[in-house]
């Protein structure tokens, strides 16, 4: 199996699990945020860019997977947004060189990592069947993925999956946003945190959970290119954030909102509603926000 960005945040995590159950992995990653120690021992590592399509072509080639999840993205919102162009040309180029080297060796599966991004600015669980309308540039990539790996399972006979992930949380986020921001500020030492809005609520997912989801989904997903949210269905505020940090912690953390912390774009709730994975596959998280928090702060 190939995991592309398997050095990454959810993508190390997902070699973890295959691992301990004995599948052979090999990850595709640039290392340019995730790191080779977070690679479990007896993976083959392809230093590649997705953006190299020979170099991408060559890793087919060798490696010649059977199953690919590919998860490597630039997906922090204002990365993607200070760099457009770069961004397009990951997540959209990059994923058209790895389903164009899939071509000349058609894994018997593939899976593809989308984000909640894709979806309207709405408040209400949101459910696969809503028609995409992403509000940034980060969620079109990502649904202009989608279109492509939906294509290629038609051209190829390949069962395609499509994970559309809420907000991962847990060790090894390589990303700035707004809880490892918090958790950061607060094992600093800050006496007062400085954040932007307190008010917007996200659905967090484990990463560990994450990984879980990911792979019974390539095992057990009907084909088809059918889309699947992994989240766990409640939404936590940045106030519930800091609230939960100081009951952990056993004291009130004050905060000082910063205008410069403020985005231009911001959605008030995005949670997702889980009832098509959970029928499909069976899966729902495990590990609790709290817990993961406190692992955290720990």
């Known amino acids: 199996m190939l995991v592309t960005g398997g050095a990454g945040f959810v993508g190390s995590h997902l070699c973890d699990r295959l691992v301990a159950d004995g599948v052979r992995v090999s990850v595709l990653d640039n290392l340019s945020r995730g790191k080779r120690e977070w690679v479990p021992e007896g993976v083959t590592i392809y230093e590649v860019d997705v953006r190299d399509g020979a170099g991408v072509a060559a890793v087919f080639a060798d490696s010649r997977p059977d199953t690919v999840a ?6 922090f919102i204002p990365a993607v947004d200070n760099a457009p162009d770069l961004a397009e040309a990951i997540n959209v180029g990059g994923t058209r ?26 408040s209400e669980p949101l459910s696969e069947e809503l028609a995409p309308a992403p509000i940034d540039l980060y969620g079109r990539t990502k649904l202009a993925g989608e279109h492509l790996v939906a294509a290629f399972a038609v051209d190829t006979g390949t069962r395609c999956i499509l994970a ?57 997903a009907e084909p088809g290119a059918v889309p699947y949210n992994v989240g766990t269905g409640r939404a936590v505020s940045v106030a519930d954030i800091v609230r ?44 609790s926000f709290r817990n993961t928090l406190a692992e955290l702060l720990a």
Do not use: K
Not at 196 to 220: E, I, K, Q, S, Y
């Open 97 to 122: 060189n790895v389903l164009d080297a899939a071509r000349a060796h058609p894994p018997e599966r593939l899976l593809f990592a989308s984000t909640a991004a894709v979806y309207a600015n709405l």
């Open 244 to 287: 939960t940090c100081g009951e952990i912690l056993g004291r009130e953390i004050p905060v000082r909102q910063v205008p410069g912390r403020m985005r231009a774009i911001e959605r008030a709730v995005l949670v997702a509603d889980v009832t098509r994975i959970s029928a499909a596959v069976g899966w729902e998280a495990q590990r």
């Open 164 to 220: 559309r992930l809420f907000n991962v949380m847990g060790p090894r986020e390589t990303n700035p946003h707004i809880l490892p921001e918090i958790v950061e500020q607060v094992r600093g030492g800050a006496l007062e945190l400085e954040l932007g809005n307190l008010d917007p609520a996200r659905d967090f997912v484990d990463a560990r959970d994450v990984a879980d989801a990911l792979l019974a989904l390539l095992r057990n």
């Open 70 to 75: 590919h998860l490597a993205a630039l997906h």
